[in-house]
Nanobody
Framework: VQLQASGGGLVQPGGSLRLSCAAS????????VGWFRQAPGKEREFVAG???????SYGDSVKGRFSISRENGLKTVYLQMNSLKSEDTAIYFC???????????????????WGQGTQVTVSS
């Protein structure tokens, strides 16, 4: 499975961006896809995740502002980011896994496949 994240860029505070994560290879065997982010000097942080059955989860810092959705199973997963703040600045990674779990995992250790990351910068 290969993951390709895209859609990052520079946006002003309060603006919006939509990230995409495209899966290739045996994407039909994936159970969930998650988005993580990492800012300089900080640990990788769970942002949002969505499962093959449609369940989802969000990190506390993005609830009410970010929305995750999927297309064609988990072949493409989107992260709609609204009301962006400077503290959202980070490299955003998408990740996935084939192991079944009762709910979307928020731990990076539970994800086997990782994309290369896309930079999101929120600045005026």
């Amino acid at each position: 499975v290969q993951l390709q994240a895209s859609g990052g860029g520079l946006v002003q505070p309060g603006g919006s961006l939509r990230l995409s994560c495209a899966a290739s290879g045996r994407s039909d065997t994936l159970y969930y896809v998650g988005w993580f982010r990492q800012a300089p000097g900080k640990e990788r942080e769970f942002v949002a995740g969505i499962g093959w059955t449609g369940g989802w989860s969000y990190g506390d810092s993005v609830k009410g502002r970010f929305s995750i959705s999927r297309e064609n199973g988990l072949k493409t997963v989107y992260l709609q980011m609204n009301s962006l703040k400077s503290e959202d600045t980070a490299i955003y990674f998408c990740a996935s896994d084939r192991n079944w779990r009762p709910r979307v995992s928020t731990s990076a250790n539970d994800y086997t496949y990782w994309g290369q990351g896309t930079q999101v910068t929120v600045s005026s």
